[in-house]
């Protein structure tokens, strides 16, 4: 069957119910992740609402209406990073990173995550951080920067904050984080090889070899592929476990007990210490790179059911159900709730204004409105410290 969206769609109710779902690969339990069963249930709801944007989207792609099909589906363990992490931390994000940016949004009364993200599948004119001209994780109260990520191009974006936080500090300036924020930067496997990503992590460690505060924590999400490329097995490792003054931590990105304990354990390293750290999360990819491609060219159908099955859907079911937090009914139940919710929303956002014509992208457009003003300041505040 080529739609694979819908056979993972309907796999999980299927393997739930049966009770046919994937071992761990992690032996971290729940009593040494930190998490409580109210929690577990909260990342939850966000990999599912996550996972039905994916799905929600390949669906109204078919019918001509929606324009954007990269999601984050086997990335959802991501959502920890959106819990572990204070607004106050700058994240700069790579394209699969849906999970984060719902949990993050619950830190923050009154967000919509779920609207935003549909007026973007819309190109609406109302969309908050873009304008409806890309579908790309943003948000100012947030604190997420817009990025358009395929190259790497934010790490060295990212490293540049990490660097500002205690200089903007020592000038006096008007900081936007404050003095023990860290900053967070995700990225994928094969982004990881791009000398955009090479020059960013080595300036890291260059930085922080000599002992300067660099609170930064690289995030590489690793499904063991780039498009239609294997990455070689134990690239990541090799190449960034052991770089000079930068902490390595490996973790399950499909058991939410697993990557929950390492993200903190990240977290606290690099807050404390203000030291850099390389978090490399193990993932898959499921539905392929977008809704365009067909992995079936690439991939042997045999291995894209092998990966199916590793869906961290089906892991977080499969952690509930054995902590005795929710039913295997009580679980679908949740994922076919929030199913329904993805679609209403979806009916509302698909009314709203929408970009049809070069001018109306143009006025989406805006430049620095304190440009001058700005860069005076600066100028002031660092003639009054030479």
Same mark, same amino acid.
């Given at each position: 069957?080529?739609?694979r969206a819908e ?6 109710t299927r393997?739930?119910l049966d ?6 690969r992690?032996s971290t339990?729940l ?9 577990v249930m ?8 996550s ?13 001509n ?16 990073l959106?819990?572990?992490?204070r ?6 994000l790579?394209?699969?990173s849906g ?6 949004s619950k830190?923050?009364p ?6 935003d993200?549909?007026l973007?599948?819309f190109?609406s ?7 409806g ?5 943003g948000?100012?109260?947030?604190l997420?920067?817009p990025q358009?990520s395929?190259?790497?191009s ?7 904050a990490?660097l ?6 020592a ?9 023990d924020a860290v900053?967070t ?14 020059g960013?992590?080595?300036?890291a ?6 002992n300067l505060?660099?609170?930064?924590v690289?995030?590489c999400?690793?499904n ?8 070689p097995?134990?690239w990541?490792?090799?190449s960034f ?8 931590i490996?973790?399950d990105?499909? =058991?939410l /007990?697993?990557?929950y304990a ?5 977290? !606290?390293y690099? +807050?404390t210490r203000? %030291?850099p $750290?390389f978090?490399h999360?193990?993932?898959v990819?499921?539905?392929?790179h ?7 060219t ?5 291995d ?8 961290p ?6 952690l509930?159900?054995? =902590?005795? /937090? ?7 139940g949740l994922? !076919?709730?929030? +199913?329904e919710?993805? %679609?209403? $929303?979806s ?9 049809s014509?070069?001018?109306?992208v143009?006025?989406?457009i805006?430049?620095c409105?304190?440009?001058e003003g700005?860069?005076?300041s600066?100028r002031?505040t660092?003639?009054?410290s030479?």
């Amino acid at each position: 069957m080529f739609n694979r969206a819908e056979v993972i769609d309907k796999n999980f109710t299927r393997f739930v119910l049966d009770g046919r779902l994937p071992e761990s690969r992690s032996s971290t339990n729940l009593h040494e992740s930190g998490l409580r069963p109210a929690e577990v249930m909260d990342l939850f709801e966000s990999q599912v609402m996550s996972r039905h944007l994916d799905l929600i989207a390949r669906i109204l792609k078919n019918q001509n209406l929606c324009y954007y099909t990269i999601g984050s589906s086997g990335h959802e363990g991501n959502a920890v990073l959106g819990k572990v992490f204070r607004l106050t931390d700058m994240a700069f994000l790579h394209y699969r990173s849906g999970g984060f940016m719902i949990q993050r949004s619950k830190q923050l009364p009154g967000s919509t995550p779920i609207y935003d993200m549909m007026l973007s599948f819309f190109a609406s004119i109302e969309e908050p951080i873009a304008g409806g001209r890309h579908k790309v994780f943003g948000s100012l109260p947030l604190l997420v920067p817009p990025q358009t990520s395929t190259i790497a191009s934010h790490l060295p974006k990212a490293v540049g904050a990490a660097l500002s936080i205690q200089r903007a500090h020592a000038l006096q300036l008007d900081a936007l984080m404050p003095s023990d924020a860290v900053v967070t930067c995700s990225f994928g496997d094969a982004s990881a090889n791009h000398s955009t990503a090479v020059g960013a992590i080595n300036m890291a460690s260059w930085v922080a070899y000599q002992n300067l505060p660099l609170p930064l924590v690289f995030v590489c999400e690793d499904n063991g592929i780039g498009i239609s490329v294997q990455t070689p097995n134990n690239w990541i490792e090799q190449s960034f476990g052991s770089r000079p003054a930068i902490k390595y931590i490996a973790a399950d990105g499909l =058991n939410l /007990f697993d990557v929950y304990a390492k993200t903190r354990e990240a977290e !606290e390293y690099c +807050r404390t210490r203000r %030291r850099p $750290v390389f978090l490399h999360v193990k993932t898959v990819r499921l539905m392929g790179h977008a809704g365009s491609d067909m992995e079936n060219t690439y991939r042997s159908f045999s291995d894209i059911e092998a990966n199916e099955f590793q869906d961290p859907l089906l892991h977080t079911a499969r952690l509930i159900i054995e =902590n005795g /937090f929710a039913s295997a009914k009580e679980v679908v139940g949740l994922y !076919e709730s929030v +199913r329904e919710q993805v %679609r209403a $929303v979806s009916e509302t956002a698909i009314k709203r204004p929408q970009l049809s014509d070069p001018k109306e992208v143009r006025s989406t457009i805006t430049a620095c409105r304190h440009k001058e003003g700005a860069a005076c300041s600066v100028r002031r505040t660092a003639s009054a410290s030479v």
